[in-house]
């Protein structure tokens, strides 16, 4: 089981960006998915989660600008964002709780990260 994340870049101030985080492999089930960032010399904290129900929990920093949504028939995550700021600029890693099919309990797995850079 892998998770691959894709849509980073570098924008504008004021830009948008979509961020993708799919989930392969042998998966029986996803349960909680969500999006972590972590800026330079900074620890990773979270910017949204959402439950496979579609509850979400999101940042401060992210109420208002980035919208986390899924779809659970391809094990995938989103992370719209938009009214980019340069305090945004890290690297954005997508986690999930996912049960393999020759499981039966959840592990959490991380994807590889996306940069995200946001200039003027």
């Known amino acids: 089981v892998q998770l691959q994340a894709s849509g980073g870049g570098l924008v504008q101030i004021g830009g948008s960006l979509r961020l993708s985080c799919t989930a392969s492999g042998s998966i029986g089930s996803v349960t909680n998915m969500a999006w972590y960032r972590q800026a330079p010399e900074k620890q990773r904290d979270l910017v949204a989660l959402i439950t496979r129900n579609g509850e979400i929990r999101s940042a401060e920093s992210a109420r208002g600008r980035f919208t986390i949504s899924r779809d659970n028939t391809k094990n995938t995550v989103y992370l719209q964002m938009n009214n980019l700021k340069a305090e945004d600029t890290a690297v954005y890693y997508c986690?999930?709780?996912?049960?393999?099919?020759?499981?039966?309990?959840?592990?959490?797995?991380w994807g590889q990260g996306t940069l995200v850079t946001v200039s003027s």
């Open positions: 986690n999930a709780n996912i049960r393999r099919s020759d499981h039966w309990s959840y592990d959490n797995y």
